[in-house]
């Protein structure tokens, strides 16, 4: 396989991993899959992280991630 087959292909699977989270985390049920507010959403999130307040965020961010991770939850709420 090419080199630039193989890097689409990871590129590709990172992609869907990302749009994974979005579904796990309840977003698109939560927004009616409204893409418009889902990116919306995610700007806000970027300013955040370019803010005085983004070290902050990153820390409670990564632990609540962790946490439902572990624990096996999704949009705030336990697997059934």
Do not use: C, P
Request: charged residues 35%; without cysteine.
């Amino acid at each position: 396989m090419r080199r630039w087959q193989v890097e689409r292909r990871k590129r590709t699977r990172h992609l869907i991993e990302l749009g994974g989270l979005v579904v796990k985390a309840g977003i698109v049920d939560l927004t009616a899959n409204d893409r418009a507010i889902i990116y919306g959403a995610l700007l806000g999130i970027a300013a955040k992280l370019q803010s005085d307040e983004g070290e902050h965020a990153r820390e409670l961010w990564a632990e609540k991630g962790k946490d439902a991770f572990v624990a096996g939850r999704y949009g705030g709420q336990e697997d059934e």
